[in-house]
């Protein structure tokens, strides 16, 4: 009897040892993710690559898929906040079931999992939306509204709204002070002729900005209160 309740004991010890094992190699699996592990980015040059790597590592970015990473894909608002909360590091309640924007619900089978990281945007005031009671989480972030986050993230929200602004007619009015300066701090922005403001980014110009996007947050709002857009 005794024998037998030994190896009954030795049995569920090797089960849980098994277990935690596995466990543990599920995590580092997990972990171990990089640019080599997707398809789409064979070819991509090693600058890249470096990115996609740091940025997955720190667990601020990841693929669309498996098996791609949509580099060259566009990005939503919903997605977006996700990454910018976690770069600022500000506090995300992950129990919180009711967004206090109509169009954000936890039961959304698509963005239902970024409802904490967007009224966690809200609350530290980094945003209220496009209106009081409108996120717009499956919005595409355009190219003005990312160098404008970028200006404000950098803490130049005034000098971005002194910035001579330009003549460019695809740039929003609000806008045209930040995308201005924006243009002469950030190189990855620049293209030649008209910036298209409305256009969205894609994937690879979210980690050409993420460097300049991780703020450690102090308070986003500017001196007028006005919302980051």
């Known amino acids: 009897m005794w024998i037998l309740l030994r190896k009954k004991s030795l049995f569920i010890y090797l089960c849980i040892v098994l277990t935690l094992i596995t466990a543990n190699a599920e995590t580092h699996t997990a972990i171990a993710k990089t640019s080599a592990d997707y398809k789409d980015l064979i070819g991509l040059d090693e600058k890249t690559k470096a990115k996609v790597d740091k940025w997955l590592n720190e667990g601020l970015i990841q693929g669309i898929s498996e098996e791609r990473f949509g580099v060259n894909e566009t990005i939503t608002r919903a997605e977006f906040a996700k990454i910018v909360a976690l770069s600022v590091g500000i506090t995300i309640n992950n129990t919180l079931k009711i967004s206090s924007f109509n169009d954000v619900r936890s039961d959304d089978p698509v963005y239902g999992d970024k409802l904490s990281f967007i009224e966690a945007l809200r609350e530290s005031g980094i945003t209220d939306g496009i209106e009081i009671d409108h996120f717009n989480p499956s919005g595409l972030v355009t190219k003005e509204q990312f160098a404008v986050f970028l200006i404000r993230a950098q803490g130049k929200d005034a000098e971005g709204k002194q910035t001579q602004a330009g003549s460019d007619e695809t ?59």
């Not at 969205?200 to 993420?210: E, H």
């Not at 102090?218 to 919302?227: A, F, I, L, T």
């Open 171 to 229: 740039v929003s009015n609000y806008a045209k002070g930040y995308v201005a300066l924006a243009l002469k701090l950030f190189p990855y922005l620049r293209s030649e002729g008209s910036f298209y403001g409305s256009i969205p980014i894609t994937r690879q110009m979210v980690l050409l900005g993420l460097d300049d996007l991780t703020v450690s947050y102090c308070g986003c709002r500017n001196s007028e209160g006005d919302r980051l857009r």
